[in-house]
Nanobody
Framework: QVQLAESGGGLVQAGGSLRLSCAAS????????MGWFRQAPGKEREFVAA????????YYEDSVKGRFTISRDNAKNTVYLQMNSLKPEDTAVYYC??????????????WGQGTQVTVSS
């Protein structure tokens, strides 16, 4: 099995930036698709960004396009989410997820515990 650990969350003012990291352990995730999700208070968990195993294909939720960048370093078994031009509505717990490819497209098998991102105005 794979364990995922998010880090890098915190408090930032609107317009600022944060870089989230997702460190995988237990097994290599170099062949896995990876994703970021978030959940704000009172809302369902929603998709934010995804990246394929080689890092050549990325997807973004419309509200974060042009502001967020997902990337990966397979040598470090780590996935990143660079968040720029942050807005108060980006405030949420951010979760990292891994897709082993055994259940179909975008069916994520493993989830981290989340890291809090708070954007003040």
């Amino acid at each position: 099995q794979v364990q995922l650990a998010e880090s890098g969350g915190g408090l930032v003012q609107a317009g600022g930036s944060l870089r989230l990291s997702c460190a995988a352990s237990g097994r290599t995730v170099s062949s896995y698709d990876m994703g970021w999700f978030r959940q704000a208070p009172g809302k369902e968990r929603e998709f934010v960004a995804a990246i394929n195993w080689s890092g050549t294909i990325t997807y973004y939720e419309d509200s974060v396009k042009g502001r967020f960048t997902i990337s990966r370093d397979n040598a470090k078994n780590t996935v990143y989410l660079q968040m720029n031009s942050l807005k108060p509505e980006d405030t949420a717990v951010y979760y990292c997820a891994a897709d082993s490819g055994t259940r179909g497209p975008l069916e994520y098998d493993y989830w981290g515990q989340g890291t809090q991102v708070t954007v003040s105005s």
